[in-house]
Structures are given as C-alpha cells and as structure tokens.
Antibody
C-alpha cells in the first residue's frame, strides 16, 4: 500500500524543540519532492516547507525560517522536520506530503502541542 | 504572497444537488491550481490538479475549471460521502498557499 506515516509529535514547552519523522512505503520516496503541511485545530491548511529529491533545495514559509529544518534520508525512505524555538502558534497537526506543490499523497498527521 | 479566497465558507445542499465552490487568487496563477477534499477526522486528499484534471479514481461528478485568477470546483450531483471541507491551493510560486476552505454539508 502506498502511504506516508508520521511520528514524533507530542507536547513541548514554548522555546523547546521537537523532531518529526515520516516514513514512506509502497513508493520510492527518493524520487519525489516532499513537503510538510500543518493544520491548527479547526483551521485551514498551511504549507510549511519542502525539499528537492536530492536534498539540494529547501524552501520554507517565512514564519518558520531559521527555526525549522527539513531534511531527508533517501537510503531510509524517510523525511524529517527539526523544529526549534517552538511557539504556541506552531501548535497543529503536521502532515507529511508527497510533492513540492502538487500534493498527491498525505500522511495521517502527527499532533504537535506547544504549551507550558 | 498569493492569497487564495474561497466562497462560500460553508454551504448546505440536498443529495443530488449541483454544488459550486469558487476560488480566487490575488495574482495570476495560470492553471497552477489544485483542489483537495478533507473529510471529517481525515487527512486531505487530492481531487483535481492543473485546475481541471481529475485525479485517477476520483468520481466523475467532480470537475474543475478556470485559469488566471478565477476557478471553480463543481460537484454535479452531491452525494452523502461528499460531506467534507474543500480547499483550493496554488502551485505557482512560494509560499504555496491554500484557500480558507469551504465546508459542504447535507441539508
């Protein structure tokens, strides 16, 4: 089955760090741009970051630049999002998504809660 | 940044009705427009890309049209399983942005 599965979400204090991971199965993740998209509770979708298949190009939404880092390990068919200096406004479900803008496969999401 | 504005924000229609959702981009985006469906409690799912190309496996009652700045998603005959929030999204430049969503309910 073609799917993406996220992990690593949880409760973190403001200013803290968290690393999200995403594993792909049923397809070759290394052939695709990959993205993270988030959704706050009851709110809409916000693209966060994407990364080129070879990892040489990364793009971020302004609100996370300098705080979040997207990376990939093609040998392990995996994607990561390292988040630091977390704020309450980063609280959301984070989706791992196949595509750099043509989002054609979504994971089920992992919840990140930033709260003291 | 390109702003995507959907209307209406929500709608209620009967099974079998024709439903139309509009999406307007704040700048010209050619046909770089996608539609996603998010059923309650689920992750989003791609329905249409390149403004009018139906993704394989998506029922033919869904269709998309438009180019430039104005786009529409049409459900020709609303079904119970179409209850969801629908989002437009551009793929024209960075940052990728989504519309605020249109919630579709059954009357």
């Amino acid at each position: 089955e073609v799917q993406l599965v996220e992990s690593g979400g949880g409760l973190v204090q403001p200013g803290g760090s968290l690393r999200l991971s995403c594993g792909g199965s049923g397809f070759t993740l290394s052939s695709h741009w990959m993205s993270w998209v988030r959704q706050a509770a009851g709110k809409g979708l916000e693209w966060v970051a994407n990364i080129k298949p070879d990892g040489s190009v990364r793009n971020y939404v302004d609100s996370v630049k300098g705080r979040f880092t997207i990376s990939r390990d093609n040998a392990k068919n995996s994607l990561s999002l390292q988040m630091s200096s977390l704020r309450a406004g980063d609280t959301a479900v984070y989706y791992c998504v196949r595509g750099g803008g043509h989002f054609d496969l979504w994971g089920q999401g992992t919840l990140v809660t930033v709260s003291s | 940044d390109i702003q995507m504005t959907q209307s209406p924000s929500s709608l209620s229609a009967s099974v079998g009705d024709r439903v139309t959702i509009t999406c307007r981009a704040s700048q010209i985006i050619s046909s770089n427009l996608l539609w996603h469906q998010q059923r309650p409690g689920e992750a989003p799912n791609l329905l249409i890309y390149a403004a009018s190309t139906l993704r394989s496996g998506v029922p033919s009652r869904f269709s998309g049209s438009g180019s430039g700045t104005d786009f529409t998603l049409t459900i020709s005959s609303l079904q119970a399983e179409d209850v969801a929030t629908y989002y437009c999204q551009h793929n024209n430049s960075y940052p990728r942005t989504f519309g605020q969503g249109t919630r579709v309910e059954i009357k």
